[in-house]
Structure formats: structure tokens, C-alpha cells
């Protein structure tokens, strides 16, 4: 990876910009993560990671969507033990991270989307962002929501947007802690942003974020384990699961029988 774009990659574009990486999701329309899109990250944060001269990390989405989530088709059982085992690597990945990671979000931000997202050190987003977690809405549920989003929002809060699938607007979620700062172009932010980082040592920060997440790490590390575990030999066992899924990828209203 040189400085400039990497062209390397179909579902995302990588640039160095001094002392940031831009990760851009480019899965039009609604920049679904598939699979692909999830290798396609891990490899470039690992690649990101490896260079001295990078403090930070940018992930960013497009004008219409910084990600819809994760895609549905692959959440099917024959599927779905390697989609999250890609996903949460990538997670871990951005958690794990030695750069302060940024996200810029303009309008959707739903399911795997606000997850990765939220799991970033600080986040920026246009008032017409729309942040939420509809998994319920097909029977399945969030894990790593399930696990860290009661320390960004509080129980409560957290409890309804995961259990109920409400969303919240630009607005409510910065208000609710899930953003640091709203602007119509937040693109404007993280210039801000990174010019103060610019000024500041890469080391300190890097041993400055193992410091600052050391006591949250070990539960999330162990929450996500236990998420993944019975999501995949509880949930995903239920008729409704499957039946949501289904309906979703068949284009049609599911049929509960709930069990």
C-alpha cells in the first residue's frame, strides 16, 4: 500500500492522507457488507496497522449510506458461522486497533453498519443519519450491540434500540453519546480531528488507547464469545430465525410461530 488510493480492492478504497487512512466502503447503493466487503476490511486494517507513520484511521461510507448493515442473505445457517466469525474479526480488528479510529456517517447507519461504527474511538455524522439495529425486526439480534452498546448509551436506551428496533436520529444519537459531533459535511470534523492528531505522538496513543480500554476489553473480548455462541447454537436453532430471513430475502411479511 503506497500513499494515494489503493486500487486493490472492489469493496472498499484505502488512501493515505498524511498521518490518516481513509477506508471508504463502495458496495452501492446502501454499501452492504457482504463477505467480500469483510475480508476486503480486515486486510486492509491489518495492512493500515503495520505502518509507523499512521495515527489514525478513517472509515468512512458514501453520500447516501455509511452502511445498511450486514448483508441478509448470509445470515442463512448454512452461512452464518462464517459470516460472524468474518465479521467480528473485523471488529476486533477496529477494536484492537493501535491508530484512533474515526467514523464518518452521513444518512443510513443500521445493523452490522452501526456496529462497526459505534466501536470506533470517535464518531461524526450529518443531523440526517439514521442510526439503528433492526435485526429483532427478523427474529435475529445484534451481538456486538448486544454486548458494548450499554456502555456507549446506557442499559436502558440500549435495551429498546436493540429489543424493540427503534432508530434514532442524528440528533438523538448524539445526544445519546453514540456521536461526538453532528455537521451537515462531518467530513469537516475529521479534519478537524485529525489535525489535533497530527500534533500528537503516535506511540502515545497507541499505549494511551490500551490504557484507556484495558478494563472494557476483557468484557467485551468475552461478551462478543458468548454473544456469537448463543446466536449461533440458540437463535439460529429457532423457527423464527429462519423464517425471518426467509421472508426478508423471499421479499415478504414473516410468519412467527414463536418458537
Keep these: 500500500m503506497s500513499n494515494g488510493t489503493a486500487t486493490s480492492f472492489t469493496r472498499i478504497t484505502v488512501s493515505l492522507q498524511g498521518p490518516a487512512a481513509r477506508v471508504a466502503l463502495n458496495n452501492p447503493p446502501l454499501n452492504v457488507i457482504d463477505i467480500p466487503m469483510m475480508d476486503e476490511l480486515r486486510a486492509a486494517l491489518e495492512q493500515v496497522e503495520a505502518r509507523p507513520e499512521i495515527s489514525a484511521i478513517v472509515l468512512a461510507g458514501s453520500e447516501r449510506a455509511f452502511s445498511s448493515g450486514v448483508e441478509v442473505a448470509a445470515h442463512t445457517p448454512d452461512k452464518v458461522r462464517d459470516m460472524l466469525t468474518a465479521f ?27 456496529e462497526l ?10 443531523p440526517d443519519s439514521i442510526w439503528g439495529f433492526p435485526e429483532i425486526k427478523l427474529a435475529c439480534y445484534p451481538p456486538v450491540a448486544s ?7 446506557g442499559q436502558k436506551l440500549a435495551a429498546e434500540l436493540v429489543l424493540t428496533g427503534r432508530t434514532l436520529s442524528g440528533q438523538e444519537a448524539l445526544e445519546a453519546g453514540l456521536v461526538n459531533g453532528l455537521a451537515e459535511d462531518p467530513e469537516t ?71
Design 88 to 114: 467480528h474479526s473485523v471488529i476486533r480488528s477496529v477494536v484492537g486497533s493501535r491508530k484512533l479510529t474515526i467514523a464518518s456517517v452521513r444518512r443510513h447507519c443500521l445493523g452490522g453498519g452501526a
Design 117 to 126: 461504527a459505534m466501536m470506533c474511538d470517535v464518531v461524526y455524522a450529518a
Design 147 to 153: 454486548v458494548a452498546l450499554s456502555a456507549i448509551v
Design 189 to 259: 470534523l475529521v479534519t478537524e480531528c485529525l489535525q489535533r492528531v497530527s500534533q500528537l505522538s503516535s506511540a502515545a496513543i497507541a499505549v494511551a488507547k490500551k490504557a484507556f480500554y484495558a478494563w472494557d476489553a476483557i468484557h467485551f473480548d468475552k461478551g462478543l464469545a458468548r454473544a456469537e455462541q448463543i446466536y449461533l447454537d440458540e437463535l439460529m436453532k429457532t423457527a423464527d430465525a429462519q423464517e425471518g430471513i426467509a421472508a426478508f430475502v423471499e421479499r415478504r411479511r414473516p410468519k412467527w410461530v414463536g418458537k
